[in-house]
DNA sequence: ATTGTGGATACTGTATACAATCTGCGGCGG
DNA sequence: CCGCCGCAGATTGTATACAGTATCCACAAT
């Protein structure tokens, strides 16, 4: 045959993506994003309305975002976005210290260059990003943070420290606390070269050091609003 | 008013309970206990006229499911039990090192004399359960590191630990491994020794030994099944 | 014999209909 | 004025109906 041979490298050829998948997709970054706060209440209805799409794959997002621990369900009554208590709050930073700490560990033993180069660019871009642009810097930093646990290969890991992330991307939002604080970038810094020097020791030790950083006053804030 | 007060401590005056909360109940002790094999498909319809009940709540549970990473989805094609390759296996036993051993550190720092009571009661049925049923002793297992979650008084902990703990399941299953290793009640008994005498570091490593021995044992197993 | 094609079947994905429960308000009685 | 009852509206929970897709087998063409 004379016809070129279709190149099918990189390119999906528009795969029927479900309707309940871009629900949960949405859905998931409105609450990540901080645009629904924390007790609001989500009406499917009116998310069928608002989304196009009827009831169905709405209550099947819900559901999965209830399981991944961002939304609460009540019997009957709906389901809010998860208002995390202190105690909530504190013992998420006590886990994330170990497994961030893990990864990091793991990223520097393991990381391929691609690694290496994701977690440069992540990082410069999240440096590079405006002060006050609370959303994007949130999303950077959280994409900076997913790039280490991306360098640890390791599956298990990824899914648990992104239920972890997640989390505490509810408390960022509900204390209002913000990536603004002075030593976050030095901490980063030193994340990153530990883990490109292949120093397991060191780039856990600083991991872990970034984690209580911001727990210490992330439940500050709390504290202060309670 | 003459008429005596009604009792409600402990008893919860047959809430309505959801179906859907009874499907995911029903299939997530199906799996963990091993009646579906990894790789077997769960059809809705069957399920539905199985457990006689329709096709909604059936997919909202097997959604939730899906979520926990105890089965996958396939656009249009349905969900099958998950079978987890020995890379995803090694890497679930490596994550569960750290936690278990976080865990049994928090436990030995935190625990409360019911806890402490759990303990003793859940590792004592796990030993007294006959050999050769496999089936009670992987409960008494499962219920014996969650008792020492439990002590840890860690949401996010209990809430992680319980994901690992499933995948776990999933490949004891397929690899046909079960509690009878000669060190494990040993290994047991050290964790319960050392959370009891509140000797947290000593929890800590008795805990990362035993996942260790445990992994080494179920790779062993695997590698000889590929 | 093998490969490709067509259609029939079964199943998943989505929408809609029906049932049950919760919520808020108005009225009635104390 | 306060509290309680009860109804009406709205919302969730479940069931069913409809649409789209994959799978399988028969059968024809090479």
Chains 1, 2 share one sequence.
Not at 2 to 14: I, V, Y
Not at 126 to 153: K, M, V
Not at 162 to 189: F, G, M, S
């Amino acid at each position: 045959m004379s016809l070129p041979a279709l190149n099918l490298s990189g390119l999906s050829f528009a795969r029927p993506t479900l309707v309940r998948d871009g629900v949960y997709d949405h859905l998931r970054r409105v609450v990540l994003d901080g645009d629904l706060l924390p007790g609001e209440r989500l009406g499917e209805v009116e998310l069928g309305e608002k989304l196009g799409v009827s009831r169905t794959p709405i209550r099947e997002a819900l559901m999965r975002l209830v399981q991944d621990g961002l939304l609460v369900a009540e019997a009957n009554k709906g389901v809010r976005v998860r208002t995390m208590t202190a105690a909530e709050a504190r013992d998420a930073y006590v886990v994330r210290e170990e497994l961030d700490g893990l990864a990091a560990a793991l990223a520097a033993a393991q990381h391929t260059p691609a690694d290496a180069d994701a977690l440069r660019t992540a990082l410069h871009d999240l440096n590079a990003s405006p002060d006050g642009e609370y959303r994007t810097q949130t999303r950077l930093d959280l994409a900076f943070h997913r790039a280490i646990t991306q360098g640890a290969r390791n599956g298990a890991l990824s899914d648990l420290a992104r239920d972890l992330e997640q989390r505490v991307a509810l408390i960022k939002h509900q204390t209002r606390t913000y990536n603004a604080h002075p030593e976050t970038a030095a901490q980063h810094a030193a994340i990153l070269k530990a883990i490109l020097a292949r120093d397991a020791d060191q780039a856990r030790a600083a991991a872990r050091l970034h984690v209580r950083t911001f727990a210490a006053l992330v439940m500050h804030n709390l504290g202060e609003l309670a």
